[in-house]
């Protein structure tokens, strides 16, 4: 999955880059609105993490714009408790906040609910045909049968489970998947795909590759 950080503070946004990296996670980091932007009309996003005071702005105002134009959940981060700045948060179109200083599990539990909201779902497990599969733990089971997943196979077969029936281009997952700064081409799509196929397919799942437009997951 690929996360947008708004955050002008670099300590703390490093940190959380380096913790949600560790899942398997790209994430930009845009130390302004101006390069959120920026970023946004760029690259498509699966959650942005939103700073509330920031060098050219404050975050909310970006948040009611954005509303406008996408439908990306957001969470925002702020050092204000006060009621009211969270309730307006809320109001703007914020799916959810955390207040700093926060705790990195806190964090990553706020991105799961938010995104479990989003899908419909109510807990973590998607179903995939018969089998089961965590996002959070990189499981996947069908019966008394499991596979681990690495984080990198996992975040695709996420892509691919939270979108059943669509079609990926190679470059659309390359997007999902890597960050900017990140130094890889097309073929590490094919790869991992690769990898993820000789995972699932003793649990019945497949990719399948759609001439000419990419590659979509097939469950029996």
Do not use: W
Request: with cysteine; net charge negative; charged share 30%.
């Amino acid at each position: 999955m690929r996360y947008l950080l708004v955050e002008d503070n670099a300590e703390l946004a490093d940190s959380v880059v380096k913790r949600l990296a560790m899942d398997g996670h790209a994430v930009d980091h845009a130390l302004t609105l101006a390069d959120a932007d920026a970023c946004l009309r760029t690259a498509r996003y699966d959650l942005i993490l939103l700073d509330v005071m920031l060098p050219d702005g404050d975050g909310r105002d970006f948040l009611a714009r954005s509303r406008a134009q996408i439908e990306t959940p957001v969470i925002v981060l702020t050092a204000r408790a006060q009621v009211s700045d969270r309730v307006g948060a809320l109001n703007q179109g914020a799916d959810d906040y955390i207040t700093k200083p926060f705790d990195f599990s806190e964090l990553e539990a706020r991105v799961r609910a938010v995104l479990r909201r989003r899908g419909g779902s109510a807990r973590n497990e998607i179903t995939l045909g018969t089998a089961l599969f965590d996002p959070m733990s990189g499981n996947l089971r069908l019966g008394e049968d499991n596979v681990a997943l690495r984080n990198r196979e996992t975040r695709l077969l996420e892509v691919f489970a939270r979108h059943p029936g669509q079609t990926f281009s190679k470059g659309q997952l390359l997007d999902r998947l890597f960050s900017f700064d990140a130094d890889v081409t097309e073929n590490a799509i094919e790869v991992y795909v690769g990898r993820l196929r000789r995972q699932i397919g003793p649990l019945g799942l497949r990719i399948e590759t759609v001439r000419g437009l990419g590659y979509r997951l097939e469950t029996e």
